[in-house]
């Protein structure tokens, strides 16, 4: 077991979906030579080269837009949106084509992708950069909204968002990129995502 921050978490958990899965692409904002705002795909360009990780332009739109594309071609897009608060640039490709892909086509066509995006506060950071509106998602049926709280399960979600046939909104805590740290397993695992971790149950609050 290794002691990993959050953020190597995230990006132990996409490597290894590469790995072991081709169809896995990596797509974003600076993603690739960069290795992402936060450094969460890292390396990864070096690794699987060009053809699995690339850069897209500032749009968000165009960036889930066209993880929608790869999904529908047969791939397993993992789409990064810097800032959650970003996405309201993209609510209409992530609300109305995602999340409604499955009912659309009358199951026909699944969107298998996954929509990563750090959300909260506490990082210091500009306006639109901090906003917590993942509860406005939450309203999209058929889209799935998950986000770990340590590094553990960020490794296992992801992993499992990856491989889920259906869409998913992977939120990450920003302010626990680096603080939140604990020990992750090397190998593949997954953490189930349909039900969620009681840490401590109660009386009034659980």
Same mark, same amino acid.
């Given at each position: ?25 990596? &797509?974003?904002?600076?993603? $690739?030579?960069?290795?992402?705002? %936060? ?5 990864? +360009? ?7 990780? %690339?850069?897209?332009? +500032? ?53 298998? &992708?996954?929509?990563?995006?750090? %959300? ?21 049926? $058929? &889209? ?14 992801? +992993? ?8 998913? +909104? ?37």
């Amino acid at each position: 077991m290794a002691q990993m921050n959050m953020i190597e978490a995230i990006r132990d958990a996409i490597g290894t979906a590469m790995s072991t899965d081709e169809r896995v692409v990596v &797509l974003g904002q600076d993603v $690739g030579k960069m290795g992402g705002v %936060f450094r969460a795909t890292d390396g990864l +360009l070096a690794k699987f080269g060009d053809k699995r990780v %690339f850069d897209m332009p +500032l749009a968000e739109g165009a960036i889930v837009g066209s993880a929608l594309g790869l999904a529908l071609s047969g791939l397993r897009p993992i789409a990064e949106i810097q800032f959650l608060g970003f996405t309201q640039q993209a609510c209409h490709q992530i609300i109305q084509q995602v999340a409604r892909m499955r009912y659309r086509s009358r199951g026909r066509y699944a969107a298998s &992708l996954v929509i990563r995006a750090p %959300f909260g506060g506490g990082g210091r950071t500009p306006e639109l950069h901090s906003d917590a509106i993942e509860s406005q998602f939450t309203q999209a049926q $058929g &889209l799935k909204i998950i986000a770990p709280s340590n590094s553990y399960d960020a490794k296992g979600m992801l +992993l499992s968002a990856v491989r889920d046939p259906d869409p998913v +909104l992977f939120l990450e805590p920003l302010h626990g990129y680096r603080s939140i740290k604990g020990e992750v397993p090397p190998t593949d695992y997954e953490v189930e995502i349909e039900k969620v971790r009681i840490a401590r149950e109660g009386k009034d609050v659980t």
